[in-house]
């Protein structure tokens, strides 16, 4: 028979939008001979909705007036309830695997992660720990180091210290790190709330801009570099895709030029020399392996255009997965088909099931 595979999309975070793009292309492109695909949204608010419209609905963000009130989503098991898709003749269908194509906080983070390890169903991708150390980049910078993993300075702060004494904190972040510093949410993606500071104005606005999106914020020493992005799949055999190149249209990857205008272009494979590719390829596995990840995640690093150095920049264990994202592409140029990444990725969550 075939396999139920639950979408779940949409979500409490600001990279919303982009899962909606996500979503509505893995439910074009997925193996339907192989698959009942059901579609659970979530709102902006945190209400889960049953979804069983087209998927172009889901990609203009419409879905939500076409949700079906009358079938319920539950994943809690309650004993007196089954855990599945339950209809309104309580008829309850089974969920064979869960697939939050989720990006942010409370999809990336390892909060739903948790619920799914709760409910006893398979998922796609990181486990808990993976998840949200992989999307805190202060912790994340912490484990990357204590790795090996090259990584550009940084310094971190938080709403408490930098309202409580503002001069104290922009003097000891001016200590540490030379502008251009990049100013990020600890727990974010998508460029949202990221802001390059070129002198202490620039610097003290964009803290506070980032602070509208997370209590704590990571400063980070800015660098002139090409921008490097690896492709990560497996469960214990992990295997990375060739590398690609980034090269955002203005001054940085910021959130506009990821989706609303794509003026940046890429490169795959990365015009690069063989050692950095091979490097960087064996780096990528090293971090994903030392967060314990699972499934998939996209590995982004700087190469330095001045010295040639390498760095780590972070790990993204949800990346973009329309099918014209990079992870996706880059599977595609080193031989991985987009639905046929889709299905290995629904068989390695199946899999994982039975390595515990
Ligand atoms: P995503 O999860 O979508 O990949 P993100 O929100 O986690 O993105 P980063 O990848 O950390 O954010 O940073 C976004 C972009 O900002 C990078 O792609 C790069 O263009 C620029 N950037 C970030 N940090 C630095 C840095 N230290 N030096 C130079 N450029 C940087
Ligand atoms: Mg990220
Ligand atoms: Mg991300
Ligand atoms: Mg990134």
Redesign the pocket.
């Known amino acids: 028979g075939k396999i139920n595979v639950a979408l779940i999309f949409g979500g409490k975070s600001g990279e919303h939008e982009v899962s909606l793009l996500s979503t509505s292309s893995i439910y074009k492109y997925i193996d339907k001979e192989k698959y009942n695909v059901f579609t659970i949204g979530i709102t902006k608010d945190g209400k889960w909705m049953y979804y069983d419209g087209s998927p172009e609905n889901i990609e203009n963000g419409s879905w939500i007036d076409f949700v079906n009130k009358n079938v319920e989503i539950n994943l809690i098991p309650s004993g007196n309830k089954e855990v599945g898709i339950i209809y309104e003749d309580g008829k309850t269908e089974k969920i064979d695997v869960l697939f939050p194509v989720l990006?942010g906080p409370y999809g990336e983070d390892g909060t739903i992660q948790g619920l799914f390890e709760m409910s006893e169903i398979p998922y796609v991708g990181c486990g808990v720990l993976a998840s949200s150390v992989g999307m805190d980049?202060i912790v994340c910078k912490k484990v990357f180091s204590q790795l090996g993993l090259p990584q550009?300075n940084y310094t971190d702060t938080n709403r408490w210290l930098f309202n409580k004494d503002e001069k104290t904190e922009l003097d000891l972040i001016e200590d540490k790190l030379e502008y251009?510093i990049?100013v990020?949410p600890a727990n974010?993606?998508?460029?949202?709330g990221?802001s390059?500071a070129i002198n202490r104005e620039e610097l003290s606005s964009g803290i506070k801009e980032a602070l509208k999106y997370d209590s704590r914020i990571v400063l980070?020493?800015?660098?002139?570099?090409k921008?490097i992005e690896v492709a990560v799949l497996g469960n214990e055999d992990v295997r990375a895709s060739i590398a690609g190149e980034?090269k955002?249209a203005k001054d940085?990857?910021?959130y506009e030029d990821?989706y609303i205008n794509g003026a940046s272009t890429y490169e795959i494979p990365a015009n690069i020399s063989e050692d950095d590719m091979k490097n960087i390829r064996e780096m990528a596995i090293k971090a994903f392996k030392g967060i314990d990840g699972r499934g998939l995640s996209?590995v982004?690093f700087?190469i330095d255009r001045n010295s040639g150095e390498i760095f780590i920049?972070?790990i993204?264990t949800l990346?973009?997965f329309t099918n014209i994202s990079m992870y996706p592409k880059m599977w595609d140029k080193t031989g991985l088909k987009y639905i046929n990444l889709i299905d290995e990725l629904i068989q390695l969550a199946l899999d994982s099931k039975k390595l515990k």
């Open positions: 990006h980049k550009v251009p990049f990020k974010l993606g998508s460029s949202v990221i390059k980070e020493q800015g660098v002139n570099a921008e980034i955002p940085f990857y910021d990821k996209r982004d700087f920049n972070e993204n990346p973009g």
